[in-house]
C-alpha cells in the first residue's frame, strides 16, 4: 500500500471502531430503557425514537465494510449511500431532541408541539393515499382526525398564544411542524450551525442523486460498491464520524432520561397473561 491508502486505512479502521463502540452502547441502552411502564408521553417516545435511531446506526454499520482485523468476504462500498441514510439519523435525532430532550416551558406547550407533528403525519397520510386512490374510504377517516387534532389545538393555551398568522399557517398540517427552527434546535443542542449548513448541504445532495453523488467514479473509482479504494474509506469515515458525535448526544440524552439504564438487565416476568419486562 501507499502512504497515502495506509493513512486512510488507519483512519477508517479507528473510525470505525469507535463507530462500533458506540452502536453497542447504544443498543444496550435502548434495550435496557425499553419495557418500562410510564405515564409520561415525553419518556415513552424518547425511548421509542431512540429504538429508531439504534436501527437506524445498524443500517449504517452494514453500509461500512469491515477492513481488519477479519475483513468482510464480500466488501460493499457505497459512501453516497451511508451519507443519505446518515440524513435521515440526523433528522430523527433532531426530533429525538425537540420532542423528548428540549425543556418546554409546560405540558401544554410540549402537548402543541406533538399535536403538531400528528397533524403534518395525518395530512401527509391523508396525501399518499389520496393519491393512490381519490375514493379510497379511508380518507373521512383523515379528514375527521384532521378537524379533531384542530379542535385539540386550538382549545391549547400556548398556541392560541402564537401569533394568529402562525397559527392558522400552523394548522394547514402542511410542512411546517415544529415550532423552532433548524438554528434555533442546533442552537439548543450547543452545535455550530455554520459546519452543520455545509454538511446539511452535502448529505441532501446525495440524497437526491445530485452530481456530487456520482462524479469521479470513473476515474478514481469511487461509489462503485466492489473497488476498495482511500477516497471511500476517507469519505466514509467523514460521515461515521457525525454519526458517532450525534449517537454520542443521544446517549448522553438518554442517560438524563433514564439514568440507571447501564446498570440494571432487562427481566422477563409475567403479569397476567402477558408478558412484562422489568429491571433486574
Known amino acids: 500500500m501507499k502512504i497515502e491508502e495506509l493513512e486512510a486505512e488507519k483512519i477508517y479502521r479507528e473510525t470505525r471502531d469507535t463507530f462500533t463502540n458506540c452502536i453497542k452502547r447504544a443498543t444496550v441502552i435502548s434495550q435496557n430503557a425499553g419495557g418500562r411502564y410510564t405515564e409520561d408521553k415525553k419518556i415513552f417516545w424518547a425511548s421509542v425514537i431512540f429504538t429508531k435511531l439504534v436501527v437506524i446506526v445498524h443500517s449504517i454499520s452494514r453500509l461500512a465494510p469491515r477492513t481488519s482485523p477479519v475483513p468482510d468476504k464480500r466488501p460493499h462500498w457505497d459512501y453516497s449511500s451511508v451519507a443519505s441514510i446518515t440524513r435521515n ?18 405540558e401544554d406547550e410540549w402537548l402543541t408541539r406533538f399535536n403538531l407533528i400528528q397533524l403534518r403525519d395525518n395530512t401527509s397520510r391523508k396525501q399518499i393515499f389520496s393519491q393512490w386512490d381519490s375514493n379510497d374510504p379511508q380518507l373521512v377517516g383523515f379528514d375527521d ?3 379533531a387534532l384542530v379542535k385539540e389545538l386550538q382549545s391549547r393555551s400556548f398556541f392560541c398564544s402564537l401569533p394568529e398568522k402562525r397559527q392558522v399557517a400552523l394548522l394547514k398540517g402542511n410542512d411546517d411542524a415544529m415550532l ?3 438554528d434555533e434546535i442546533l442552537d439548543r443542542m450547543g452545535k455550530d450551525k455554520t459546519h452543520f449548513r455545509g454538511m446539511w448541504r ?3 445532495a446525495h440524497t437526491h442523486s445530485a452530481p456530487i453523488a456520482f462524479y469521479r467514479m470513473a476515474e478514481d473509482g469511487r461509489g462503485c460498491g466492489i473497488k476498495e479504494n482511500q477516497v471511500d474509506k476517507r469519505l466514509t469515515s ?3 464520524m457525525e454519526v458517532t458525535d450525534f449517537l454520542n448526544l443521544a446517549i448522553s440524552d438518554m442517560l438524563l ?6 446498570q440494571n438487565p432487562i427481566v422477563t416476568v409475567r403479569s397476567g397473561n402477558k408478558k412484562a419486562r422489568r429491571r433486574g
Open 89 to 106: 439519523f440526523i433528522e430523527c435525532y433532531f426530533l429525538f431532541f425537540y420532542l423528548c430532550i428540549d425543556k418546554t416551558s409546560n
Open 180 to 182: 423552532l427552527t433548524r
Open 202 to 204: 452535502y448529505l441532501c
Open 145 to 147: 382526525h384532521h378537524n
Open 238 to 240: 467523514a460521515l461515521l
Open 257 to 262: 432520561l433514564f439514568p440507571d439504564v447501564e
